[in-house]
């Protein structure tokens, strides 16, 4: 069974404070990992993908990848309240499968 | 270039009534995913077509079919709805059927069954 396990939150973090999302998968053989981001009632919108090992960042975004642990993580720096939404971990696995997601973290910035 | 488009944005229907949801892809794409995604979990995969053909297919009754046209765009139509159907049908299009660099989503129609 390939799976995407998320905790389901809600994380709530003050304003400025570092947000930590995290995602475990079950297929060792998975090779792309990416971060959505859905606001209530709207489509997933890609913020991150990650391929390799270590760290990935992008703006105020930074994706890990620890492909021993089966582990992917994704950090928000500087969280602003627009930041609040559900956020969706997504695995593409061996053999051609499509995107597995998992049931999403909710995300909760306190202003 | 536009985005991936989908149609209508909202439907009410009753049990036993059949449905065809449509999904226009970005531009350059060739290949449709659906997804269905209840209250609170996450997108459940439906089937994918690249080409025309059906290219794989989760775990769903054979009641939820679909289509891709020679343009790309793509219809999921569902008979016999049931309670359960309700929840956001989401589009998605990529470059290819490995979708390596990310999938793009429609905004989603939100379809209710009474």
């Known amino acids: 069974q390939k799976e995407v396990e998320q905790n389901s939150g809600p994380l709530s973090v003050p304003e400025g404070a570092i947000a930590s999302l995290n995602c475990t998968y079950s297929?060792?053989?998975?090779?792309?990992f990416f971060w959505y981001r859905q606001y209530s009632g709207k489509s997933p919108e890609l913020i991150m993908s990650i391929y390799s090992n270590g760290d990935k960042e992008d703006g105020r975004f930074t994706a890990q990848l620890n492909k021993a642990s089966q582990y992917v993580s994704l950090l928000i720096r500087d969280s602003q309240p627009s930041d609040s939404a559900t956020y969706l971990c997504a695995a593409l696995f061996s053999g051609n499968t499509p995107l597995v997601f998992g049931k999403g973290t909710r995300l909760s910035v306190i202003a | 270039e536009t985005g991936v488009t989908q149609s209508p944005t909202h439907l009410i229907k009753t049990r036993g009534q059949q449905v065809t949801l449509r999904c226009s892809s970005q531009s350059g794409h060739n290949t449709v995913s659906w997804y269905q995604q209840a209250l609170g979990q996450g997108p459940q995969f439906i089937f994918q077509?690249?080409?025309?053909?059906?290219?794989g297919r989760g775990n769903f009754p054979p009641r939820f079919s679909g289509l891709q046209f020679p343009n790309y765009s793509s219809e999921l139509n569902v008979n016999a709805l049931e309670l359960d159907d309700s929840a956001l049908y989401l589009c998605?299009?990529?470059?290819?059927?490995?979708?390596?660099?990310?999938?793009?989503f429609g905004s989603g129609t939100r379809l209710t069954v009474v």
């Open positions: 998605a299009s990529s470059l290819s059927p490995a979708g390596d660099y990310g999938y793009t």
């Open positions: 297929d060792r053989g998975s090779q792309s």
């Open positions: 077509y690249y080409r025309e053909e059906e290219n």
